[in-house]
């Protein structure tokens, strides 16, 4: 080979890898649809940088977490796989819980790794940390992000009202969680926090600032990159930084809501070219939101006016903001009703940017890329998962519940089935996008057929054709 030929497949190998588009994934967490003023137009809150991206690429309406609470959510985000095939069947990881991706399973930054990215996660980790049945901090924490695929990892074990407080960098606290902080209250309102260790360090309105900072370094950097950040916010505790605080009409919910949102636009104003890079802006479940929330923060709805709350199998529990930009690609100002899911994001994010998807990878993953385009069914189903493990699965307008209550938070949570009764609930959300009327008992054949499609999608190791 010539000089000038080594030269020339150099340089072609180098303008391809330049080609490559960047990803971006932000992750709100607890932001509720009607948090969002291109949602819900009569919010308590201002968020024009996630306005933004709404007019400037496509906006889901029907866009679901696979769970309606955190950690299975970040699981199915990661993976491509649904949470309630792993060993977590409900409920979430706690600050000291171990490693709960498996050893060897693909997520979407070892895809990317593979591919030639740099790869990095800043925010709320929330999948385990360590192999210990209690995260001992003060040893290299093994297996982190960084054995899932990532370069980089700066951020938090999990919800920042969770023990032991602490920041993690790489895989290392960067400070032990030698003091003690009380437990702030019963509540769960305003500033609410478990008690336990916290890093002398560590200051509550001080994360979400930090974890900006380093997701802004990240993607100022040459690409191709994939940078997933997790945010806190606006889970509790409410700790807004103080140029926030009083700044919305819905008090300190309303304050830290706007500051999310003021961190949304530095990260993609930071990122340059939009035509080059894929911008993805959702949360991990729906708002924890009761009447009282409502008449406490100014008379925001968080959830707009969905039935639920986080935790539950109802639409207030999973359904939620999804947008998506990318200049060249996605079309500005497109809204979209197709119904997508989180598990979608690695098929997604790999067909725009060309990475295969080798193996068992993604074994619930269907691209959103024709959604984004205007196609308006992409996935055969969305199967739901409550905060309890209740199940519901979604097919075209019908939605059935596999159990009476919500599953969640809201009560009850849990109705025992009567003899001879119902024991679970149908909606037709085309007519009934509320889910106030209960067709169970009136349209036995789609009971019949949606737990037959239920069944089996539980009892096959997939749902998206190998």
Known sequence: MTRRSLLAGLGGALAAQTNKPNVIIIL?????????????????????????????GVRFTDAHSPSSVCTPTRYG??????????????????????????????????????????????GKWHLGLGSEAKTDYSKELK???LEHGFNEFFGIPASLDMPPYVYVDGRRAVEMPTNKIGDNGETKRGPYWRGGGIAPGFVMEEVVPKI???????????????????????????????????????????????????????IVDAAGDPSNTL?????????????????????????????????????GGHRVP????????????????????????????????????????????FSMMPAMRGAKKTRPHLIHHSGSGMFAIREGEWKLIEGLGSGGFTQPARIAPKPGGPTGQLFHLSVDPYEREDLYTKHPEQVARLTALLNQARNADRTRPA
């Open 212 to 266: 900006t900072s380093r997701a802004v370094d990240f993607v100022k950097k040459p690409g191709p990159y994939f940078c997933y950040i997790p945010l806190p916010a606006p889970h509790t505790p409410w700790v807004p930084a103080r140029e926030f605080q009083g700044k919305s009409r819905a008090k300190l919910y309303g304050d830290f809501v706007e500051q999310l949102d003021h961190s949304v636009g530095q």
């Open 143 to 145: 297996p982190s992000p």
């Open 279 to 315: 911008v993805i802006v959702t949360s991990d479940n729906g708002a924890p939101w009761e009447k009282r929330d409502m008449e406490e923060n100014g008379g925001q709805w968080a959830n707009g006016m969905l039935r639920g709350q986080k935790s539950d199998t109802y639409e």
């Open 28 to 56: 709100a967490d607890d932001l509720g649809i009607g948090d969002v003023g291109c949602y819900w137009p009569d919010a308590k809150v201002k968020t024009p940088n996630l306005d933004r991206l709404g007019k400037q």
């Open 322 to 365: 999804f947008l998506a930009r990318w200049n060249g690609k996605i079309k500005g100002g497109t809204v979209s009703d197709a119904p997508v899911c989180h598990v979608d994001l690695m098929a997604t994010v790999c067909e725009a940017a060309g990475v295969e998807m080798k193996g068992v990878a993604g074994e619930d993953s």
């Open 77 to 122: 985000l990661m993976t491509g796989r649904y949470c309630w095939r792993s060993r977590l069947k409900s409920g979430v990881l706690s600050g000291d819980s171990p490693n709960l991706i498996e050893p060897g399973r693909e997520t979407i930054a070892t895809l990317f790794q593979k591919a030639g990215y740099r790869t990095g996660v800043f």
